[in-house]
């Protein structure tokens, strides 16, 4: 059974650190990373996707993916409270398929 | 960018009410979506993958006969909740993605269902 697992949190961080989020997933066939944030209430938001194993860097935000440890984790720079939110990691096999989700972790910018 | 726009945002009905819900993608064609729901404090899970001009494949555990999936064009999809009950309560969000089909899924807004 594909399982993604993340820490639920929260995960509180001071205004302008940097925020580290971890995912580990079990299929080792998953072929696509993706982070998405999610807002109470509303529907996700694709933060950063990756495909190979290292780092991508896009703006604030850092996505490194090591398959090898099967473990995905995006990091994100001079935290702003509107970052506060639930970070969705997110698995894919391969074209055909959906995403297979983790629970998602709650994190907390503080000002 | 890629947009998908599902509707309604909300529905609120009696049970045993039939539910129709839309999904469009605006910008794209999409010969494939997906619907999930999300009950609260959890997160999405993948109910079905609707293909363009062919039956919808169902994740394990989901009624293919309560929720009915058409995907009759390249831009629309939709889910029918059939007879809904209070434990079909739930917000169902579809997705879809353009271009590269391992690329990443665009989210509609969701629609929050409700069966009194």
């Known amino acids: 059974q594909k399982e993604v697992e993340q820490n639920s949190g929260p995960l509180s961080v001071p205004e302008g650190a940097i925020a580290s989020l971890n995912c580990t997933y079990s299929?080792?066939?998953?072929?696509?990373f993706f982070w998405y944030r999610q807002y109470s209430g509303k529907s996700p938001e694709l933060i950063m996707f990756i495909y190979s194993n290292g780092d991508k860097e896009d703006g604030r935000f850092t996505a490194q993916l090591n398959k090898a440890s099967q473990y995905v984790s995006l990091l994100i720079r001079d935290s702003q409270p509107s970052d506060s939110a639930t970070y969705l990691c997110?698995?894919?096999?391969?074209?055909?398929?959906?995403?297979?989700f983790g629970k998602g972790t709650h994190l907390i910018i503080q000002p | 960018g890629a947009v998908v726009s599902q509707h309604p945002s909300w529905v609120i009905c009696k049970s045993g009410t039939s539910v129709k819900i839309e999904c469009r993608s605006l910008d794209f064609q999409a010969t494939t979506m997906f619907w999930y729901r999300q009950f609260p404090k959890q997160s999405l899970m993948l109910m079905a993958t609707?293909?363009?001009?062919?039956?919808?494949?169902?994740e394990q555990g989901v009624e293919k006969d309560k929720f009915l999936i058409n995907h009759a064009s390249l831009t629309l999809s939709t889910l029918t909740v059939t007879s809904a009950h209070p434990e079909d309560s739930s917000f169902y969000i579809c997705s879809a993605g353009q271009g590269n089909p391992g690329g990443p899924q665009h989210f509609g807004d969701g629609t929050r269902l409700s069966i009194l």
């Open positions: 997110a698995v894919k096999r391969g074209g055909a398929d959906g995403l297979t």
């Open positions: 609707s293909n363009e001009g062919s039956k919808a494949t169902y």
């Open positions: 299929d080792r066939g998953s072929q696509s």
